[in-house]
């Protein structure tokens, strides 16, 4: 039985330690090396063979000069600023899409809420890929949308959409949504009708009770649906490519762009190093919401 | 609450679901367009449908995409059930810290980070870059989507049930195999759907990790969105939405009735 | 106090060569910082039906899971029919346990449920066939034999439970709250099914409430805990007519405690004691159950249907004292009258109703006499 609870930790345990953890800190140990046109493109590399003084070598290798460069050039600072602020923006906009779903939703009759709830999670299945790819047809200058306003006379020259920021804002709503709804439904579908109707009963209007009872307790939903958004919009890389242009900077892009087309593998690492420091303090303030939700819950 | 809906919430859900709907069925429509420029509207015609079908590429990636689906999310499904175990029920043990984060991590981690660290493990460990390094890398990052599932289902499950079967005789293993696996096989069916979907889906991790003979579907659509809207991709899309849909329906509809009876039987086990 | 005739009948506890089934020896459990079971002794007969009678985490069903395997002793030892149970694992003890949730696998009929544990022993099909069938006449359940646990009703499922544990014949059945999730009327139906089923079976029986009525009516002994400790092991008469302590006089049906300083005095009909309680009024006289010291604080535990309420004084009993009718609590077959003394005390004393309502001798605010005699009450020291 022992035996058999060792392996039952130890497989996963190895699986993700060899797969995840090691994969990470090879990251990190390039991002500290130095570029070089060769095969891998980095220096140094551990020669074990070396003995002890291969090892000091490889030691001495290693540096902080990728980590200067990405302060040195604008592009970099510029496009973490970016995404930061693109996925802040995005974030409040799926927030103010999703909130009136999920209150309708929790609103509505027992017996159509597993409908709803199904709506909601149904796009979800579906590719995330072709739900990006469904916006250029629409948004593209010669798309349906500038087409319509347009033949309707309200526009005489398309608008730009495609290829700028709004472009991907409305790509991270439309992809993101249910990630905002969904939180924020279960925790109004948990609110209990009568603390409305005491609200109500006690002098407040039904905006009133709304204002300063609904929102109030629904507050952990809100706070981890705008997390559940922000935190992947950070690193997006497909929303930004493909409806961004080359005009949107987001960090997730460049990273991809260094290590495909500059073939740069330790600035891409560097990349990577930086943009998880600082995904570590929203997911650290998410965990934190969701445990204090968890108690409040019991 | 059984009353009506204000038109302030019709209004809200209205076009709440116009906004998610919308784009996909437009993309459906236009894939019945006989027109190769997609904004022009000439005629119905299922032509580019015969077109893709006809496209060896598309078919390979299909056919490499369905494999790697089928093999990593099989693989995260046991590697993800053993951790939500281990998880909820091995009690303490040494790294159980670390082992927590690594199961939540991933599912955090912007997926061109994950890509590329997996990237660079597979050259340092010297592997060709294939099917086999793909299902690996998926394997990966979907065993933690399978395990919280799997977890959030055990978490509830009522652990007298276990007590009940040691009780009565039954090994550990067997009170897993006999008693505990039966009653949260639907969280484990769902575990690995959901990771067959994320595999299917995945174009960032996909693309660090793939070779040259390993082209998924995602990557081939990506590639070929980028030039702009072509009529084979909205083919493609709408049986890609298709199947989806009627899979999701149909499983639903039918998993209704086990939900009721999931749900009866919860009671039972719960005290009432 | 003198016990009824028929309890004499079963005593094994009172015989010092019977041996046990199960011994505590010293054993404490702690989780943490907390102790669950402190240093605990206790001796179970073979073909007893023993009750642990506690509030919630008095350490009772701690207790219980230790004799099942799911808790072992943090020290001690417990010694199950001679042989110390501590290095065997739950699935290999002669032990069975009904769960307060009652834990029947919701994938499982009935049937099987019950077959579960014969399955695992490996038995003979047809010896299982006849073993579920035996377990199933037993508890009534034959025509229930394929229906899953959600098919059935809350008191049949209780009677699954109770034949899954009994199919294995175990030594020793434990039972955690079972009855809890009954209601009031099935759970008193159950209780004496429960008893019926552990003479026909022979069955050692150890069951655990919080339900001092249910532990009164099916157990043999009762052994009432507090914070890990056993306060009182005795029969069920001797826990409410001889409480050792004012916790267990408390924990048991309903109690007037008093507060005095006692002093012994001996009389021709032996040993008594006057209780000083209140200024004014006459010391109580009570036969002490264990001696005292001159000056010594005690209380004085009398229960409300052992005092007589009277127009007049009762010159028969020796203690008497007046007071002024402030509520009645009429329960059908008997009322419970509050009485409000001199010195503000409040006692209660309840009588049967043997006349109709209106006929009732008092009402509110009637000055009355309470009446009961030395050996009513208890002096409880601790």
Known sequence: MNYRRFLLIAVPYAWLALFFLVPFLIVLKIALSDTAIAIPPYTPTLDLSGGWAGIKAFFQGLDFENFVFLTEDSLYWKSYLGSLKIAAISTVLTLLVGYPIAYAMAQAADEWRPTLMMLVILPFWTSFLIRVYSWIGIIANEGLLNQMLMGLGIIDTPLQIMNTPSAVYIGIIYTYLPFMILPIYSALEKLDGSLIEAAVDLGCTRAAAFWRVTLPLSRPGVIAGCFLVFIPALGEFVIPSLLGGSQTLMIGKVLWEEFFSNRDWPVASAVAVVLLLILVIPIVLFQKNQEKAEEAGK | MNRKLSWFNVTSLTLGFAFLYLPMLILIIYSFNASKLVTVWAGFSTKWYGELLRDQQFLDAAWVTLRVGVMSSTFATILGTAAAYVMVRAGKFRGRTLFSGMIYAPLVMPEVITGLSLLLLFISLGLDRGIVTIVLAHTTFTMCYVSVVVSSRLMTFDQSLEEAALDLGASAWDSFRLVTLPIIFPAVISGWLLAFTLSLDDLVIASFTSGPSSTTLPIKIFSAVRLGVSPEINALSTIMIAIVAVGVITASLVSKRAIQRQRAEEQVGNRT | ?382
């Not at chain 3, 049949?156 to 009855?179: G, I, N, T």
Request: aromatic residues 8%; proline residues 6%; hydrophobic residues 40%.
């Open chain 3, 1 to 382: 106090m003198a016990e009824p005739a028929q309890q004499k009948v079963f005593a094994p506890w009172e015989d010092p060569t019977e041996k046990p089934i199960i011994r505590f020896e010293g054993v404490t459990k702690r989780f943490g910082e907390f102790t669950a079971v402190d240093n605990l002794d206790l001796k179970i007969y073979r073909g007893e039906f023993f009750a642990l009678l506690g509030p919630s985490g008095c350490g009772k069903t701690t207790l219980m899971r230790m004799l099942a395997g799911f808790e072992s002793p943090t020290e001690g030892h417990i010694i199950l029919d001679g042989q110390d149970v501590a290095p065997i694992p739950p699935n290999k003890r002669p032990v069975n346990m009904m769960f307060q949730s009652y834990a029947l696998f919701p994938h499982l009929s009935v049937w099987e449920n019950i077959a579960f544990g014969l399955k695992r022993e490996g038995m003979e099909k047809d010896r299982i066939e006849a073993r579920v069938s035996e377990m199933l006449r037993l508890t009534r359940l034959e025509q229930f034999a394929r229906r899953k646990p959600h098919q059935i009703s809350g008191g049949q499922r209780q009677r699954v439970a109770l034949a899954r544990s009994l199919a294995k014949a175990p030594k020793l059945l434990l039972l955690d709250e079972p009855l809890g999730a009954l209601d009031k009327k099935l759970r008193q139906e159950t209780q004496f099914e429960l008893m019926d089923i552990q003479e026909k079976t022979g069955t050692t029986f150890v069951i655990v409430t919080h339900d001092q009525e249910e532990a009164m009516t099916v157990a043999t002994r009762v052994a009432v805990m507090d914070h890990g400790k056993l306060v009182q092991v005795a029969t069920p008469a001797g826990i409410y007519e001889a409480p050792n302590s004012v916790y267990v006089a408390d924990f048991i049906g309903d109690v007037n405690i008093i507060e005095g300083a006692a002093t012994p005095r001996s009389t021709p009909e032996g040993a008594q004691v006057e209780i000083a309680w209140a200024e004014g009024l006459a010391p109580i006289i009570a036969t002490p159950t264990e001696p005292v010291s001159a000056g010594q604080k005690v209380h004085y535990a009398i229960r409300p249907e052992k005092i007589l309420v009277s127009r007049e004084p009762d010159m028969a009993r020796a203690n008497r004292v007046q007071g002024k009718v402030i509520d009645i609590a009429y329960l059908g077959n008997i009322s419970t009258y509050r009485v409000r003394l001199a010195n503000g005390q409040m006692i209660s004393a309840s009588m049967t109703n043997a006349r109709r309502l209106s006929r009732r001798d008092f009402t509110w605010d009637d000055e009355v006499w309470l009446n009961w005699t030395d050996g009513a009450g208890i002096v409880l020291t601790r």
